[in-house]
């Protein structure tokens, strides 16, 4: 029985696995991927022309192994290329030898519980797998498993009517990285539709635009519409800022509804921004400054064309759904020019190399629309972001309510337990926080942004087959909240990383893989304080991860907090509740007065040597409990 399995070989494999071998080079740990290479979706074939982090250099790289600009030809200002980016993690994987227990063309079609014949205790899994090379089907079995495909695994398909009479290439963005060559360099394709309003359209768009053919861009008038897509710095007053660096700064971070308790040693300064008259008046202040400020480096308002492209709240509601200007041209050129034309409008149907659009009253009012009811293409490129579904099936479906996943097979005492504990949780945040319960002005598309009237569309969170999708749901974001601690037996077999989505992904997954391998190995107190009678700890569990998913769901709605957890401005504290349950320090910036705790960005070099700390930490609360019992 293999003693780990991990199920990615993208960065959060990558980590998990590096993670448990410095904690015990003994452990048989084998990952397996359906990719070829490593990287996961920067894999070598997803890798396409023109993909980009969103990330500059020194803030994608682990804490322990950085980029360094001479071998990946990545210099500081720059935005690291998708071939930096796996030549990168390959160099991860080579360096801390995680390469050789790779087994990549591997998928895994399905898991299921192991239970001991003798008593009926759990007993690990099994992990049914496919070769893809050889068709080959085989079972492997695993004492701890680890899910970590991330939440871009699965791509929304669009289901487009006339799909099968469009007789021309139709392409969802994931696969650009196999398809862009077959579409781009096609002498025959002269005109690409593409479709949605996320980051991946505005890299589809800029792709199809860049290599010289027109763009017909369609943005759903029933959706969430566009989203924010910024410079990487932005003046704040005087000063230019970078906009990934200010989110990590204590300070900001108070400036932000946060359901975490604090750890930083400020909590008068923060409760005082959060509730205060004084500190809301500042807070609100704030809000309105990144509003004002990000509105004014979008240029939407600087020209009519550009319109359209204007997001439909204000950034306090958008999570991670968003991105940054990577681009060698300016975007909004091709635009300007009328290479690029928007179209705020639904798709009704494909015909023959034609996109027909959804017409009405109103669709001419609608600022920037193109007001037409077809289009000629040559090609449709769909980038519509990726399912609600898992990677991974597990089975039987009961026990999905158990492991958090999401699903549409709970059985009615599991809906109504959940509902229970949603409806809860809304009481928890609506009690500090009753703007995030009110939700966003739901905006009317006919209405002008600078108008006076009242915006009143309703929020549409995307297909109705995604949102029939129950959210993730892990204690911390990371533990299944029904294994964790169960009346008969506890079983800490399994962890999920990677379900989860802030702005520094690196730190947090370093941060998520050492606390998973705690739980793994039963290293985390606190699971425990229901043993001496006084907690129940399992209720506290279901309780604390439904107060995570809600207040996800709150505070990104036009993000992806409906789905899983979409933190950025309160990501820091995020960190601090883990390192908490770790035993190990929040603050770890020093200085006078705190003021570098305060107002200094949280980088790399603050976590660097986490797991070496923690693996010290642990020895020493095992040497005083074992000198304890003795004594005793």
Not at 435 to 464: F, H, M, Y
Request: glycine content about 8%.
């Amino acid at each position: 029985m293999i003693d780990i399995l991990i199920i990615g070989a993208g960065p959060s494999g990558l980590c998990m696995a590096k993670t448990y071998l410095q904690y015990d080079k003994t452990k048989e740990i084998l990952l397996v991927d359906a990719h070829s290479s490593v990287g996961g979706v920067w894999a070598k074939e997803e890798l396409y022309p023109t993909l980009r982090t969103n990330n500059l250099f020194s803030s994608v790289d682990f804490t322990d192994f950085p980029m360094g600009q001479d071998r990946f030809g990545i210099k500081p200002g720059e935005h690291v290329t998708g071939e930096a980016m796996h030549e990168y993690l390959s160099a991860y994987a080579e360096h801390f030898d995680l390469t050789s227990r790779i087994r990549f063309r591997t998928k895994v079609t399905a898991v299921k519980q192991r239970f001991r014949e003798s008593d009926s205790g759990p007993d690990g899994w099994a992990v049914e797998v496919e070769d893809l090379g050889s068709g080959a089907h085989t079972t492997m079995s695993c004492t701890k498993l680890v899910i970590a495909t991330g939440v871009l695994s699965v791509p929304n398909i669009p289901h487009l009517r006339g799909a099968s009479d469009f007789h021309a290439p139709l392409v969802h963005s994931s696969d650009l990285g196999q398809e862009a060559a077959s579409v781009m360099e096609n002498p025959d394709i002269k005109t690409i539709a593409v479709l949605g309003g996320c980051k991946s359209a505005y890299d589809a768009v800029y792709l199809a635009a860049s290599t010289g053919h027109r763009v017909e861009w369609i943005i759903r008038k029933s959706g969430r519409g566009p989203t924010w897509v910024f410079p990487t710095h932005t003046y704040l007053g005087p000063i230019l800022a970078w906009r990934e660096r200010l989110i990590t700064r204590r300070i900001f971070s108070f400036m932000s509804p946060s359901i975490f308790p604090d750890f930083s040693g400020f909590e008068g300064l923060r409760n005082s921004l959060q509730f205060g008259r004084f500190g809301s008046f500042i807070k609100e202040k704030f809000w309105a400054a990144i509003y004002a400020d990000t509105l004014r480096d979008c240029r939407y308002r600087t020209d009519d064309m550009f319109k359209i492209l204007e997001p439909e709240q204000a950034p306090f509601w958008y999570g991670t759904a968003s991105g940054t200007l990577n681009y060698e041209e300016d975007f909004l050129s091709f635009v300007k020019n009328g290479q690029v034309k928007i179209h705020r409008q639904d798709i009704s149907h494909l015909s023959h190399r034609k996109v027909h659009l959804v017409t009405g009253t109103n669709d001419t009012e609608v600022p920037g629309s193109n007001g037409v009811s077809e289009l000629d293409v040559d090609a449709l490129v769909a980038s519509t972001g990726y399912s609600a579904k898992p990677t991974v099936s597990f089975s039987p479906s009961t026990l999905h309510s158990d492991l958090g996943l999401p699903t549409t097979s709970l059985t009615p005492e599991q809906q109504s337990f959940w509902s229970e504990l949603d409806s809860k949780a809304d009481i928890v945040i609506g009690q500090k926080f009753p703007q995030l319960i009110k939700g966003p002005p739901k905006p009317r598309l006919d209405v002008p942004a600078s108008s006076e009237e009242p915006r009143t569309k309703p929020i549409n969170l995307g297909a109705a087959s995604e949102a029939n999708y129950t959210p993730w749901r892990l204690y911390r974001g990371i533990a299944p909240p029904g294994l964790t601690d169960v009346p008969q037996a506890v079983d800490r077999s399994i962890i999920f990383i990677g379900m989860f989505s802030n702005i520094a992904n690196t730190i947090r997954l370093e941060i998520q893989c050492l606390w998973g391998l705690a739980y793994l190995e039963n290293k985390l107190p606190h699971l425990d304080a229901s043993q001496d009678g006084h907690v129940d700890m399992r209720t506290k569990i279901f309780e604390e991860t439904a107060v995570l998913q809600r207040y996800a769901q709150h505070r990104a709605p036009y993000g992806h907090g409906r789905f899983y957890p979409d933190l950025v401005f309160d990501q820091l504290p995020y960190w601090d509740v883990l390192l908490k349950d770790l035993g190990l320090k929040t603050r770890r910036k020093g200085g006078f007065m705190g003021f570098r705790e305060l107002f200094e960005p949280y980088t790399q070099t603050d976590y660097r040597g986490l797991v070496d700390e923690w693996l010290a930490q642990s020895e020493v609360r095992e040497g005083t409990e074992t000198d304890t019992a003795c004594g005793s």
